[in-house]
């Protein structure tokens, strides 16, 4: 409690009466925390362009015990991605990595690993934007996997063997089964977006995207299917902001 001096992305930023905002930030020592900006709507404001949606600010912010706005102190910009505010899909992709970060990250719960992934991919989507589509299937995969809600894809779900070269059959709980336990039936995930799905969890964004710059359509298909239906199912509903990626 007290004074609190961190890295943080900012995420998502509401109006807040006449002169304030409450601004929505993933921090790399406290998770999320939603923050009362004072005077951050004021032509003059102090805070600048700091509050912008996914600028990389030092955040400093005071915390009183029990309660879960917190309020922000000083916001410097470490790194901006305003250039990318020219970009309709991009825009409509942050957008939709904040919504993600915001349902799946609960408030004040230290996650330096989702911050890291998080900056990650704002870098990367910054770098090569036309990867974009690839970067949010990257993004809904470790998003899923750091909240837990990944399956295990490795072996069988019910007979323990290890996958190998065949397809795997997903049923209505995305179980992964093999063609003799599934009798082949349920949703049918290919060897080849199998390993993009490996290649995920072992790669760096970019390292990722120029991986599958060569990918099948097919298996693209397969991947949003699996990570979105997931994230569905998750949510019980599916994300308002969701980009029209393909």
């Known amino acids: 409690m007290g004074l609190v001096e961190t890295e943080a992305i900012v995420l998502r930023s ?24 004072h005077g951050a709507k004021r032509l003059k404001s102090r805070f600048g362009a700091a509050l912008e949606p996914f600028t990389i600010i030092a955040l400093t912010y005071f915390e009183k015990e029990g309660r879960e706005l917190v309020s922000l102190r000083q916001a410097e910009i470490i790194r901006s991605f305003f250039g990318l505010s020219s970009n309709g899909e991009a825009v409509a992709s942050l957008a939709y990595m904040s ?6 990250a609960p408030p004040h719960e230290p996650n330096e690993r989702l911050f890291r992934m998080v900056r990650a991919v704002l870098e990367a989507v910054a770098s ?27 072996t069988c779900a019910e007979c ?7 397809s795997i059959y997903l049923n209505a709980e995305f179980k992964a089964r093999c063609g003799l ?11 080849a977006a199998h390993h993009h799905l490996r290649s995920a969890q072992r790669l760096s964004p970019s390292e990722f ?21 997931l994230i569905g199912r998750v949510l019980e509903r599916q994300p308002r902001s969701r980009p029209s990626l393909g």
């Open 160 to 166: 323990s063997t290890k996958f190998g070269a065949e």
């Open 128 to 154: 090569s934007p036309e990867d974009l589509p690839m970067l949010i299937r990257y993004f809904e995969i470790w998003t899923l996997r750091l909240a837990g809600f990944l399956p295990d894809l490795r």
């Open 99 to 104: 919504e993600l970060v915001m349902e799946f």
């Open 14 to 37: 509401y109006n807040l009466a006449e002169a304030d905002k409450i601004v929505v930030c993933l921090t790399k020592q406290a998770g999320v925390v939603r923050t009362v900006a």
């Open 209 to 229: 995207a120029v991986s599958t710059r060569d990918i099948a359509q097919g298996s693209i298909n397969e991947l949003a299917d699996l990570s979105q239906g």
């Open 181 to 191: 336990c599934s009798k082949r039936l349920g949703k049918e995930f290919s060897q």
